[in-house]
């Protein structure tokens, strides 16, 4: 007879509960496998760094004729047409590389936060939708291109500060929710410099905290080598 009171087939082995060491040994395999898939925040942290740190570079230089002539606009110098392009897919490219490699590293992964991180993906992508509709029709209403190119800026990256800080408050990820304020701080910096200074303060300042970000969770991830992190969308792994 076994411990619950039913019969064992005669002649079957007894069955010898794992001992503490080989259950803790399993249990540490099976935490280093998930780890293993986590997205490396560190890509995306350079991805960005280098998206933000390029694209703002690009609209500071031309817009102060460091490279090329400014096209002047009511007396406000805007920048060339190639450095919004150069911004635009720069921001797109490492969109598209953190969701691929979010998506790569989370596959096959289920759970209640797959389900918040798809919401919470949709929710940057929303958000910037509604964010662009709005900033059309403060155009409509007569704001100027100064006015428009102050405005675009610090209403993204309020965006993009306060998903980073819910995304960190949902994870209790301290090292996101940073990012995010910063993100906001200099943002705010940025509106009293006035253009084009505000394009090299989120250049070097906001690609910046992309970079020391990477070099932190370089240095976390060396103390504790089992420690891993992933952000989606300028945030937290869609899926993760």
């Not at 280098?50 to 110098?77: D, I, K, M, N």
């Not at 969770?217 to 937290?236: I, K, T």
Request: proline fraction near 4%.
């Amino acid at each position: 007879m076994t411990d619950d009171g039913t019969s064992r087939p005669s002649g079957a082995p007894a069955e010898s509960p794992l001992d503490a060491a080989e259950s803790l040994r399993i249990i540490a395999a099976q935490t280093a496998k998930v780890r293993s898939r986590e997205p490396d925040s560190r890509l995306i942290f350079a991805a960005w760094g280098v998206a933000w740190l390029l694209g703002y570079l690009a609209l500071y230089l031309t817009a102060t004729g460091r490279v090329g002539q400014p096209q002047v606009t009511e007396g406000f110098s805007l920048p060339a047409g190639w450095a919004f392009a150069v911004f635009a897919l720069s921001i797109i490219a490492a969109m598209v590389f953190t969701v691929v490699h979010s998506t790569r590293a989370n596959a096959g992964i289920k759970g209640v936060s797959v389900s918040f991180g798809a919401m919470y993906g949709w929710t940057w992508c929303l958000g910037f939708v509604a964010m662009s509709v709005m900033l059309g029709g403060l155009a409509r209403a007569g704001a100027g291109p100064e006015v428009m190119a102050v405005a675009s800026n610090a209403c993204s990256c309020l965006l993009v500060g306060v998903l980073y800080m819910a995304g960190g408050a949902f994870w209790q990820d301290r090292q996101q929710y940073a990012i995010g304020v910063w993100i906001i701080l200099v943002a705010t910096v940025a509106v009293f410099t006035g253009l084009p200074q505000t394009y090299l303060v989120m250049a070097v300042l906001g690609g910046g905290g992309f970079f020391v970000g990477m070099v932190l969770e370089h240095l976390r991830r060396r103390r504790d080598p089992s420690a891993g992190a992933g952000f989606a969308v300028a945030g937290r792994p869609v899926g993760a």
